[in-house]
């Protein structure tokens, strides 16, 4: 207990310094605790749009199940009976296992198919074939509604089956409600009589109950009472059982990715059962099977992109930590050294050290997972990068893993916190006063030469990171096709802290090297401040490099960020091409389809000189141009499946034609794709009609070069001729990279090929054929006026690609939304703590260095004066640290933020990858350190105004 008073007292000595350690520990518990609960939130979230977006696009409701057995005459009827009830209860208790809301279960039992014979021939034509299935499905009577007759019977009436039957029913079967039918060859020729006694339709179109919602799957069957059908027809009473099923709908929209673990193995089992069960068995049909069997590569990719992200921040969280350990410790190594001397041995004194901190730990381990739930929240609300908007707040709770990760942090925040007291215990008082007078010692990191070893390391994986992005996309692989290392994450740090380190070890060599140009010229507050920046380098290498790490930390994430929101926007819009793509039907006078059951009709003959392609009606274009908010609009043919011939060569290319003009001011191009701008090549073709533009993979496929001439065209048509003007990497919607999955371990993957030419030589060369018209709107145009106008003249579309409505799907993807929220998050903490840090230093620096100032005002040196002293001191070693801090973010992210497409699909990603900078971003990090050297320049000269000459001369005697 006197240990612990004795602990507590000390940390209230120091309690400023203990309040910044505990306010780390807690920064890094909550950012831990965090991601657990971030990523499981944004999970859920990305798992209920991709099952909203299914059932949006399939128009099936993801949260359905299905199956069904067909039975053999090998199985005796009580056979059978006991094996659909087992199956029924087997039913029953999967569905419940999925532990998710049961909306619909139905059981769907059916006969085989009876001839029937009318048992008054003069009320309907005897001459008709019918035939007919019995069935019955559980719960019927409160899905559907009457239109005609009467609900049946549930027992025969005078020994006749009353059933319901479909409106398409009547039609298929020609009779009317009342004719009653005699079943034809039922076993034992026992007869079975029944009666259609009323026509139904569903009561609701929105109604889950339906498995599928076209009831003319009914239109030969007749449907009775389903518990007379299970005491008639399920035990073989009276006909045999053919067939049943099992369905069951339940609300997928609480789903988390516990239940999606769940969900597969209760799909396993259930489809494991069945097959062993039936024969006939084809499969458990669940819309949402094939997109949650695969969500753990989604999930996993998602954790790895988020702890990529995060590993700067918790680099930077642990050398906060460390530097104010650091700092307690050197207040204290006096009394360590004391302790030492009276007989305390090491164990004794970090055991000391270990309470305090567990103390601190306990704290920051019940603040942690609240604050990191908050920062969940936060993120949640992230539009963008350093973009907040209102929004759905994300659906997440402190779970069992952010605990775990909670007391990670807490032990390895812990396990920080003792290195320096770990090492202040090595020396004894002696050596402590013996350490204390060689200030000026090389720091470890610069004797073990740190910088270099971490730089060699940082260029060696950067080295190999690319030689896998080479492979990806050269070979068609996908992102999945290839193991990521985790040290993809750890080395941008690493290679910044090097950067630092190494820059640190020069920056003495600069300051000696000012101090030497102007030590005739400097004045005295001046040339004080270089001798202490100078001569004590080692003093403030720490700051400068926490400094530099945090900064550089929040540029690079910055940067990630940036190039990640910039490249997949680019890559959208490159892939459309323009803001609005749309493609109209062509009147032609091919003939039209034939009806189901029709024989195709005769061809027509051919007139003379024509061949037998199909001809088509070119209809105006003014109408495009003239749709609201559209700026400029451009015709451009597209065909995919085009061919070419050179010399010996020949393949399939993408075949362009375009409007030079038109094309040049409605296409979308990113600058610096090209040697030249896009124009620029348009204008080369602009002369010639039968001039065109072709594919680097082309030209070196072919040996192609300008002036040369090529023959193109498709199926159909006449090859023509062509002359090369021009040789491109790049052009809207091409992609020169092979597609994902086109290679094999033998052969080489083929390279797309694209030839762009004038619309006007293929069309009166090869064929008229129809175009796509690309659209440029105005920035203020208004997507939904467009539509209503598209709608309003009727234009029957074939295609139509929204770009911008693409853009806001992508910008409010969930995968998107967690980087954006991760980095703001990195961003932030690099800033608060940096500030945090640097405030803390510079205060207890000015504490220790109370008698020297007091020397130098008793000197005659003026307050003015000192704060000059403390202004060039600021700017010599915080301002150049946080300099030296952008240029290693800049540099790091140049080299490494391009490693990032690796976790995506390098084969899509056109145009390349392009890290981008934001000079907001710069601005934003510039005010922040402004305002932080003016608080601490305040709050300093505030201290520093407060001491008088006789106070730091006694300090100095004491």
């Not at 239109?219 to 035990?235: N, P, Q």
């Not at 590993?311 to 004391?338: C, D, G, H, W």
């Not at 004794?348 to 609240?370: S, V």
């Not at 086109?742 to 054929?769: D, F, M, R, W």
């Amino acid at each position: 207990m006197a240990l612990l008073v004795m602990i507590v007292r000390k940390m209230v000595k120091t309690k400023w310094l203990e309040l910044s350690l505990l306010l780390g520990l807690i920064l890094s518990v909550g950012l831990m605790s965090s991601l657990p609960i971030y990523t499981d939130a944004i999970l859920q979230r990305m798992l209920f749009k991709d099952l909203q977006n299914m059932q949006t696009d399939s128009g099936s409701y993801p949260g359905t199940w299905f199956t069904s057995v067909t039975l053999t005459d090998d199985t005796k009827p009580q056979e059978k009976a006991d094996m659909i009830r087992q199956t029924d209860e087997f039913w029953t208790n999967r569905l419940k296992e999925l532990k998710l809301p049961l909306l619909q279960q139905v059981r769907e039992r059916r006969t085989d198919s009876y001839g029937l014979v009318p048992v008054q021939p003069d009320k309907v034509d005897a001459s008709v074939n019918r035939g007919a299935y019995i069935g019955a499905l559980e719960g019927m009577e409160g899905h559907v509604k009457l239109i005609d007759g009467r609900m049946p019977a549930k027992e025969p009436v005078n020994g006749v089956y009353e059933a319901l039957v479909v409106d398409k029913a009547l039609t298929s079967l020609k009779m009317v409600l009342g004719n009653e039918f005699l079943l034809e060859k039922t076993p034992g020729d026992k007869p079975v009589k029944i009666v259609p006694v009323g026509v139904i339709d569903r009561k609701s179109e929105q109604d889950l109950y339906w498995y599928n919602p076209d009831l003319s799957i009914f239109d030969r069957t007749f449907l009775i009472d389903f518990d007379l059908f299970e005491k008639e027809i399920s035990t073989g009473k009276t006909l045999p059982l053919r067939s049943s099923s099992w369905y069951g709908v339940y609300d997928y929209t609480p789903m988390d990715m516990a239940s999606v673990a769940n969900y597969k193995s209760v799909y396993d089992r259930t489809e494991s059962y069945f097959r062993n069960w039936s024969t006939n068995f084809t499969s458990l049909k669940a819309p949402a099977h094939k997109l949650l069997a695969d969500y753990h590569l989604k999930e996993e990719r998602l954790r790895t992109m988020l702890w990529s992200l995060v590993v700067p921040v918790v680099i930077v969280l642990a050398f906060y930590l460390y530097m104010v350990s650091n700092l307690i410790i050197e207040r204290q190594k006096t009394e360590i050294a004391v302790l030492r001397s009276r007989g305390a041995s090491r164990l004794q004194i970090l055991a000391g050290y270990a309470i305090e901190g567990l103390l601190l730990g306990i704290i920051a381990f019940a603040a942690g997972p609240p604050a990191g739930l908050l920062l969940t929240k936060v993120l949640g609300a992230s539009d963008g990068f350093l973009s907040f908007v209102q929004r759905a707040s994300l659906n997440a709770s402190i779970n069992a893993a952010s605990l775990r990760y909670a007391a990670y942090a807490v032990a390895c925040s812990i396990g920080m916190t003792l290195i320096p007291a770990f090492l202040a215990t090595r020396a004894s008082i002696v050596d402590q006063k013996r350490q204390s007078a060689r200030q000026h010692k090389p720091l470890i990191w610069h004797r073990l030469f740190l910088d270099v070893i971490l730089i060699a390391v940082s260029i060696y994986e950067l080295r190999s990171f690319r030689g896998r992005l080479e492979d990806l996309t050269l070979n068609g692989l996908e992102a999945t096709d290839i193991r990521i290392d985790p040290l993809l994450f750890l080395v941008p740090s690493l290679f910044m802290l090097g950067a630092g380190l190494l820059l640190l070890r020069v920056y003495p060599y600069f300051i000696r090297l000012v101090y030497w140009l102007g030590r005739r010229f400097w004045p005295p507050y001046l040339y004080a401040t270089l001798i202490q920046v100078g001569r004590s380098g080692s003093q403030y290498q720490f700051l400068m490099l926490f400094l530099i790490l945090t900064i550089a930390t929040g540029m690079f994430g910055a940067s990630a960020a940036r190039t990640i929101n910039r490249n997949t926007e680019d890559q959208i819009r490159y892939a459309s091409g323009a803001d609005f793509v749309l493609q109209v039907k062509w009147p032609d006078n091919a003939p039209p389809p034939p009806s189901p059951g029709e024989a195709p009709p005769p061809p027509a003959p051919l007139e003379a000189g024509r061949s037998g392609k199909i001809q088509y009606i070119e209809p105006p274009f003014q109408p495009f141009t003239e749709l609201p908010g559209v700026k400029q609009a451009a015709k451009v043919f597209i065909r995919q499946d085009a061919s070419y011939s050179f010399d010996k060569e020949k393949g399939s290319i993408k075949l362009m034609g375009i409007d030079t003009d038109e094309f040049g001011r409605t296409a979308w191009m990113r600058d610096g794709l090209l040697g030249h701008h896009l124009n620029d090549y348009l204008n080369l073709i602009a002369s010639d009609p039968s001039a065109v533009l072709v594919s680097r993979t082309l030209a070196d496929e072919a040996g192609l070069k300008p002036g040369d001439t090529i023959f193109a065209g498709w199926n159909g048509t006449e090859y023509k001729a062509f002359s090369v003007y021009g040789v491109i990497d790049y052009f809207p919607t091409f992609n020169p990279n092979p597609p994902p999955g086109s290679t094999t371990s033998k052969t080489k993957p083929a390279l797309p090929k694209l030839v762009v030419g004038h619309l006007s030589y293929i069309q009166n060369h090869l064929a008229l054929e129809p175009y796509e018209v690309w659209l440029k709107l105005e920035p203020d145009a208004s997507r939904e006026k467009l539509y209503a106008a598209i709608q309003e003249q009727k234009m029957e579309l074939t295609k139509l690609t929204d770009t911008r409505q693409k853009l806001t799907t992508a910008k409010n993807d969930p995968f998107q939304l967690a980087i954006n929220g991760v980095m703001t998050l990195g961003f932030l903490l690099a800033a608060a703590i940096s500030f945090c840090g640097f405030l803390l230093y510079w205060v207890l620096s000015l504490q220790g260095r109370l008698l020297q100032f007091g020397i130098m005002r008793a000197m005659g040196i003026t307050f003015r004066q000192l704060i000059g002293m403390l202004t060039a001191e600021q700017l010599l070693t915080s301002a150049a640290a946080v300099l030296m801090g952008l240029a290693a973010g800049q540099i790091g992210s140049r080299l490494f933020v391009p490693l990032f497409q690796i976790t995506f699909n390098p084969q899509t990603q056109v145009p390349p990858f392009r890290v981008a900078f934001d000079p907001r971003d710069t601005l934003q990090l510039t005010v922040v350190v402004v305002v932080m050297i003016v608080l601490g320049l305040a709050i300093l000269g505030s201290l520093l105004s407060r001491v008088k000459i006789h106070q730091a001369v006694k300090l100095g005697e004491d």
